[in-house]
């Protein structure tokens, strides 16, 4: 499928860049989001958040790297190899979130309160699904199709500039 070989990284040094991209982007605004909606609306509240920001991308590169070849299996399990590119990032994409907000749900919390508190684990149920229809729409509609967008102008430009090397080697 050539929206594969454009819109997707194609060797180690894009898949960091591709990573680094979605992960900046989904902590800066799932993050103050996530906490907003826990302690308020407010500038205090913002400022708190962008405070704890470098912990919790720590943690979602980490969960990323982690989660990457189970929600990679769980996707397969629900898409065929003749599914269009849409359905397959858009399954793994709700594959990922879903694993990591299981684990960013509870780590967040105890990061954004500074010790490891039971009452996180109690309200795990209440707090899961919001945090995930968050994470998924800030998914879906913002990271995720900025970074393609980044790695499809990349891969033009490499394109475009072996095309010439090509040439001029002729």
């Not at 302690?39 to 982690?66: C, D, E, Q, R, T």
């Not at 509870?106 to 149920?125: M, P, S, V």
Request: glycine fraction near 4%.
């Amino acid at each position: 499928h050539m929206e594969f070989y454009m819109k997707l990284p194609r060797n180690k040094k894009e898949a960091s860049l591709f990573l680094l991209v979605i992960s900046i982007l989904s902590v800066n605004i799932i993050g103050p989001l996530v906490t907003f909606y826990e302690l308020g609306f407010n500038l205090a509240v913002w400022k708190m958040a962008i405070k704890i920001i470098p912990f919790i991308w720590l943690s979602v590169v980490s969960l990323v790297l982690i989660t990457h070849k189970p929600a990679g299996l769980l996707t397969s399990l629900i898409v065929e190899k003749e599914d269009s590119f849409g359905a397959q990032i858009t399954l793994n994409i709700l594959c990922t979130v879903f694993l990591m907000f299981i684990f960013m749900t509870l780590i967040g919390g105890w990061i954004g309160a500074g010790q490891i508190r039971l009452d996180h684990i109690q309200t795990f149920f209440l707090k899961w699904p919001r945090n995930f229809t968050i994470s998924l729409a800030v998914e879906l509609l913002l990271a995720q199709p900025i970074a393609r967008l980044m790695i499809l102008k990349w891969h033009h430009l490499k394109d475009k500039n072996e095309e010439y090397r090509q040439c001029v080697d002729l």
